[in-house]
């Protein structure tokens, strides 16, 4: 019997979809007789897996510590094998000025952005609205640089960005970013395979968090999604050049806005949700993958070195 440790809620803003994705993937485990366990990352953790001695580590974690090659370099240091991106892959794909950075030099699309400092006292100074209509024009997107699920993810104009920004500044910096408008499409990679497209219409501005997690925000989810083939095979060959400049392993989920026959790359997500709502079982699912297949075959590809 297999043992499984399951790493699952955390320090981030996404405490409670992490512990979501854990609880679901510990209920398709132990359906399938597997001996698996939730642990937190707190100060006991190092003591846990040394006692449990897990066969692998499932990092059902998300956002910072997590997802940002933090907790990847623990599991290295212990020798134990673990699932999703490694180190490097994981930090990159978290720092969305750094991703940004590789799509750009590798010729994939990707909104023109600029990163803002917050200054010392946050005092936001107007020239700033200057800047982004020489720069690109309004609406704009600010995000934090190294915050996953779209938290704190605004869409801003003219007359409300100051106050938007005010509400960031416990950021020492973040990224300002032009709105490309369309359609919201999403595709899975799992190891070296296109695994599928998703399409999303939220009811809510954009995809952001509620439109997310919370059912009763009522996001549509479509698939098949109602695109030529040709688009499709584009957004997925993207979607898998990324994750391979990334250097990311096991599965990942690109973000992507539709915008006059052009896909335009918003981030690379080296760990998606497992919960009802996650988009990455949808598409497994469509493409005749079960829930239990896809914990699996992450496990599978788990190893010591990511």
Known sequence: MKKILILGGGFSKERAISL???????KALRKKNYKA?????????????????????????????GEDGYIQTILETLKVKYTHSGVLASYIAMDKEISKKIFIKNKIKTPKYFKYKFDKNNIIKKKIIFKIKKKFKFPVVIKPI?????????ICNEKNLIKNLKKLSQYKEILIEEFIPGREIQVAILGKKKLGVIELKPKRKFYDYEAKYNSKAGTKHIIPVKLDKKYLNNAMSIALKAHNLIGCKGVTRSDFRFNKGKFYLLETNTQPGMTNLSLVP???AYSGMSFIDLIEWIIKDASITR
Not at 20 to 26: E, I, P, Q
Not at 146 to 154: K, T
């Open 37 to 65: 366990i939730i642990c937190e990352p707190n100060g006991k953790l190092i003591k846990k897996i040394k006692s449990f001695k897990p066969d692998v580590v499932f990092n059902a974690l998300h956002g910072r510590f």
């Open 146 to 154: 190294n915050e996953g699920s779209s938290v704190n993810v605004c």
């Open 20 to 26: 979501d994705t854990a609880n679901s993937v510990l």
């Open 282 to 284: 949808e598409i497994a």
